[in-house]
């Protein structure tokens, strides 16, 4: 009885701790976190043009300078996860840093690099593909999907 | 110049609607990379992607949904090409510069550096 009653106190002290969380509980502040994402993926793109329009006056056709600048640009997401600074970009960009593909590169080196220690197969290995994996797989379903019905239709 | 400025506001948008995803919804970052990189695909395949490719450049190109584009554009590309078997050597042909590299340089960062803290 006393067990059930102390179960039931708690229960109740659970839901007012729950409703004065709710109240106090800092909302994110939608309007900043907006132009941060605006202004730092806007940046990030600006400089993926930059290289765009460098490769193109190598004259390298517009297929070759996307696919350089998606490798610049991947090489620099990864280098800037190692150097420690992306992640401290995306405490204050949000979206703005994830969203492009320096955080995809993002997304493989932080875990690889957090779980270097469990060895190099499961560890490094293994943990590249934690966000990068599920990404390939869907955009894969997606152009095998699209492209059936592409072939159906032509 | 102005390509630079298109890329910067298409660029940005794009974030945004990722951003907005981020806080109204209770979506993780992985989700929503998995989510643009569909949607670029699918938006790809009616259409609709190449032609904010031609306005935006890189700032539609730089983003995850610009690589669901590269898969799906690829795909067609090679089923135009080879037909039947396009469909499953396509995207794969089209992602394989971006794939490898991050593959061999993500690998790289995460032997050479340790996470902070």
């Known amino acids: 009885m006393s067990l059930n009653d102390s179960g039931y106190k708690n229960q109740?002290?659970?839901q007012r701790y729950q409703k004065m969380y709710?109240?106090?509980k800092p909302k994110p502040p939608l309007v900043q976190n907006l132009v941060g994402a605006f202004v730092v993926g806007g940046l990030i793109c600006t400089v993926g043009q930059v290289f765009q329009n460098y490769f193109l006056a190598m004259n390298l056709s517009v297929k070759s300078a996307s696919a350089m600048t998606t490798a610049v640009m991947i090489f620099l997401g990864a280098l800037f996860t190692g150097l420690g600074v992306?992640?401290?970009l995306?405490?204050?960009a949000g979206a703005g840093s994830t969203v492009p593909i320096t955080g995809f590169a993002n997304s493989i080196v932080a875990p690889?690099?957090?779980?270097?220690?469990e060895g190099y197969v499961l560890g490094v290995g293994a943990k590249l593909f934690v966000i990068a994996g599920p990404v390939i797989v869907y955009g894969l379903l997606t152009s095998v999907v699209t492209g059936f019905i592409y072939w159906l239709i032509h | 110049m102005q390509a630079y400025i298109m890329a910067f506001l298409v660029?940005?948008?794009i974030c945004v609607v990722g951003q907005l995803l981020m806080d109204l919804t209770s979506l993780t970052p992985a989700h929503i990379l998995v989510l643009f990189v569909v949607l670029g695909g699918i938006l790809s395949a009616v259409g609709l992607y190449q032609p904010l490719v031609d306005i935006g450049g890189a700032g539609a190109t730089v983003p995850l949904p610009g690589f669901g584009h590269t898969l799906v554009s690829s795909t067609f590309e090679e089923i135009n090409n080879s037909g039947f078997?396009?469909?499953f050597s396509g995207a794969l042909k089209g992602a394989a510069v971006g794939i490898t590299v991050a593959v061999v340089f993500g690998f790289t960062m995460a032997v050479l550096f340790n996470p902070k803290g």
Do not use: C
């Not at chain 1, 690889?112 to 220690?117: L, P």
């Open chain 2, 85 to 87: 078997l396009g469909i």
């Open chain 1, 12 to 14: 109740q002290f659970n």
């Open chain 1, 112 to 117: 690889a690099m957090e779980f270097k220690r």
């Open chain 2, 11 to 13: 660029g940005g948008l």
């Open chain 1, 22 to 24: 709710e109240q106090v």
């Open chain 1, 86 to 88: 992306y992640d401290e």
């Open chain 1, 90 to 92: 995306g405490r204050r």
